[in-house]
């Protein structure tokens, strides 16, 4: 049996190539064509949408306070997204897997805010969640991070990681 491609998704698109325009460098066009974005799908916009562009934008500021603003809106998403409309997107998907992701973006954040006890709280929630990561580069890498995150809070540890998304992003 063969998947049926997912029909084309115009913002999840745009997302896509407002996140390689940061990575390639572009972070003030990167963060423009998201904060656009951001205004076209609204806060009650479709969740995928939401949560796709507010993890991705986290990732453009330095800034941990800016970060975590984002962070939120992403993790709020995901809350509301469902597994039918991820595997629309990509049959492979599920929500659950997005968790370690987000609270390891949380807990990082509030580490670098010096609030530890919430640092603590979202490492100890993608710990949990990190079973339903992948196998292969995507998973070993957040599991590494959260181990590296974890250690960070236990030593309280604020200073920036340099293997973070949005390590020498311009802030």
Known sequence: MTETPAAPDPIMDAIGQAVMRGQNGDTAAAREAMLDLWTRIGVTGDPLHRCTLAHST??????????LAWDVRALDAADAATDERVQAHHAGLAIAGFYPSLHLNLADDYRRLGSFEAARAHIDAAD???????????????????KEVAAAIGEKDTAPRPSAPGAGAGG
Not at 58 to 67: G, R, S, T
């Open 58 to 67: 986290a990732d453009l500021y330095e800034d941990a306070a800016q970060a």
């Open 128 to 146: 949990q969640a990190a079973p339903a990561l992948p196998e292969g580069p995507y998973g070993d890498l957040i599991r590494s991070a959260i």
